[in-house]
């Protein structure tokens, strides 16, 4: 029987080797020459509840090899049958639908004083920058890391070094207001740790005196520079209002005494304080705990809280714009 490679004759019909609309099955059967050494596969398309023969008279006889044609030698095929269907059409240039965005409306106030009022200046903010710790000799131990911050930020902001003052009650103290920065005020607690509170409120209600009796609309606020055990050497840590002392006995103190001096509940997030971590010694031991916040700060500990200052300064900026916003 003649055969075309495109086309076949299945039941008086003419069908190419491909899906039809209706999802027919698409096989393929084996056939094989002895004589020549011939395998080939030939497509059928046969329906899901009928078979077809495509060649339904025997053995399909072998085409005639031209003479100037070289032999193939195939491997058996076996029968291969695909139910998916062919993919559809896509067009490769699709048209796109422009996009058009829609009016902008502008929504007049119903007010028009609106848009002459001026918006609302910025409060003048002025910050009392305390440092808590120990008195000399103890001035170069961990306990007294606030210190050695505050001279560093004294050095950073171009400011004199904190002087013995009666200006603040005692301690040292440091005026910004000098050099053109007024809003900022060092002050360096001259009292032990453990009882540092009676000096700083003091140091705080002198400062207030000062700045009220220049001009009534400014924003004060008291920060308060001290050790922090439980962070790793020169980090920065800010909390700020009345909270846990976490067993730090100068923050107790000084919350304690604003408490019983009226200004810790006027004061709220006004009162900021920020720790400068010194680490925590591996014993938990109270006495192991209390040799590590006295003894001496190694030169690389030093250098890490001098390196702090750049961050405090950041902070500190921070929260003056916060204050001038309230």
């Known amino acids: 029987m003649a055969k075309s490679s495109a086309a076949q004759l299945v039941d008086g019909r003419q069908q190419r080797p491909s899906f039809s609309q209706d999802h027919h099955t698409l096989s393929y059967v084996q056939y094989h020459d002895d004589e020549q050494e011939l395998h080939w596969a030939e497509p059928v398309e046969q329906h899901p509840s009928r078979h077809y023969n495509p060649h339904p008279h025997g053995r399909r006889e072998p085409r005639p ?8 030698k195939r491997r058996p095929v076996n029968p291969i049958i695909s139910t998916k269907p062919p993919p559809p059409d896509i067009d490769e240039n699709p048209l796109l639908s422009p996009i058009i965005p829609s009016p902008l409306r502008i929504r007049r106030p119903k007010d028009p004083r609106a848009l002459q009022m001026s918006p609302t200046p ?135 005494s604003l408490r019983s001096g009226g200004q810790l509940g006027s004061l709220g997030d006004c009162l900021i304080k920020i720790g400068i971590g010194i680490s925590r010694p591996s014993s938990r031991d109270s006495h192991d705990v209390s040799a590590w916040v006295l003894g001496q700060l190694t030169h690389v500990e030093r250098s890490k809280i001098e390196a702090a200052t750049e961050s405090l300064v950041a902070v500190l900026e921070s929260e003056i714009g916060r204050l001038e916003r309230c």
């Open 65 to 72: 090899r031209p003479q100037h044609v070289a032999t193939i």
């Open 122 to 256: 910025a409060r003048s903010v002025r910050l009392l920058v305390a440092s808590i710790g120990n008195p000399p000799p103890y001035h170069t131990t961990r306990h007294s890391a606030g210190h050695i911050l505050l001279k560093s930020l004294a050095t950073r902001l171009n400011l004199p070094p904190p002087s013995v003052s009666k200006a603040l009650g005692s301690g040292s103290s440091s005026f910004g207001a000098d050099v053109g920065r007024p809003e900022y005020t060092l002050w360096q607690s001259s009292s032990m740790m453990n009882v540092s509170g009676t000096g700083t409120l003091k140091a705080w209600k002198l400062f207030n005196d000062l700045q009220r009796s220049s001009s009534s609309d400014i924003v004060t606020a008291l920060v308060v520079l001290h050790d922090e055990l439980e962070s790793s050497t020169g980090t920065i840590k800010l909390r700020r209002g009345e909270s846990s002392p976490r067993g730090h006995n100068g923050i107790k103190s000084i919350q304690q």
